[in-house]
């Protein structure tokens, strides 16, 4: 029996690592590989409950908190409406999230299965498959001619998110093999993924990336090499002036116009609904603590705006899909509690994996929250499923012991 179990754990682990190497590559795919992998953990945890402790912490708890809390909301509101409708994106999201907390808490408890300096090397190849063959991917897609890359997922900016991410999985993972080669082989897919970010003309990704690849670097290695530092430097210096005024300049004159634009009373842009779609956001938030439908959304921000706020008449066409901030949006739907459980999230993962030296989990979760500022990610069907896989495999990069 216990072969078994072992076997089990092992199939479970290789078809989250599968899910999480196809998210740019097949959509369809990466969906599939994750719900098998999660029914083999819903059978791991059957032939295991005799093992099951709900201590030490584990991550699967606030991934499970945010899945009840959406799916409570969505009972609570949703109209019966047949077929798709405003409040499905909500209840796949709620549905991923729960199922994904169970995948988590399966991989994390029994993490004793597999041998840590294996799983990680095991991790840097499907890493690096995945890495290499989106990367390509993306390149084919601009020399055909495409404005804004894509890959597999057909939102630019959704791409460059989880590009970014497994970009850095890959990079950190390099780190940890300890070999020069190898480190200068993560140089490289700095160097290369900044260059494919850019493709992608999403200005959350160009302006955090190397940012975060910096701060992981030095969390990671503490103390730097100086001249090794300044050849990298010079590399990228390179990079941005060379792609400066093709990809980079246009987006800069795009946000200064932008933003000249919104002082002047014009809010019809890209920045300039983003200001107006979260000052609606956090004034519904005000109106109603304790949550609100889409509907109800919807209904106060007409009657807000016909009552003395003519100027906020653009986010109206947005109520429908998302506010562009992760917080904002729970706020404006779910109140405080929605607020609260999603505060609680990013604390406890960013604090599990700062008191667990874990820094693939770090750079993940302050990549998220640093979009999420600007964007709604965790409704987005593909870049939920790629961050919870990725959240499912990263207990075994923890660089401390664990009380099991």
Known sequence: MEKVKLRLYQLTLILSLISF????????????????AVYGSIIGLACEYKKITLRPFSI????????????????????????????????GASKKLILASILVFYLDRFKTYVDKNAFQKYFLYTAGAGFVLATGYGLWQALQGMGRIEMAINRATVSAYVYSVLSLALVYSLYLQKNRTLLGVAGFTILISYFVILLTGTRAAM??????????TLYHFR??????????????????????????????????????????????????????????????????????????????????????????ITAIGYLKIHLHN?????????????????????????????KNRNGLLLATMLLLLLYGLTDVILLSSEALIFFVTLFALSPPFSQTRQRQ
């Not at 196809?22 to 959509?27: D, E, G, Q, T």
């Not at 009840?68 to 209840?91: I, K, R, T």
């Open 223 to 312: 103390r730097i090499h100086l001249k090794s530092t300044l050849i990298f430097l010079c590399i990228v210096a390179g990079i941005i002036i060379v792609s400066y005024k093709p990809l980079i300049s246009p987006k800069v004159t795009q946000a200064q116009l932008e933003v000249e634009k919104y002082q002047n009373g014009v809010d019809g842009t890209s920045l300039g609904s983003r200001f107006t779609m979260w000052s609606v956001g956090i004034h519904n938030g005000l109106a109603h603590p304790l949550g609100q439908s889409l509907k109800d959304r919807e209904i106060w921000t007409q009657k807000y705006i016909n009552n003395g706020h003519p100027n906020l």
């Open 21 to 36: 190497a196809l998210a740019l590559l097949s959509s369809g795919k990466q969906r599939e590989f994750f719900y098998i």
């Open 60 to 91: 699967a708890l606030p991934i499970l908190l945010i899945g009840l809390l959406n799916f409570v909301w969505y009972m609570v509101y949703e109209y019966h409406n047949e077929g798709l409708n405003a409040y499905s994106d909500y209840l």
């Open 207 to 216: 302006g955090l990336y190397l940012l975060l690849a910096i701060v992981l």
């Open 326 to 354: 992760e917080f904002i949006e729970k706020y404006s739907l779910q109140g405080l509690p929605g607020l609260a459980i999603l505060l609680f999230f990013f604390v406890s993962m960013i604090a599990y994996a700062l």
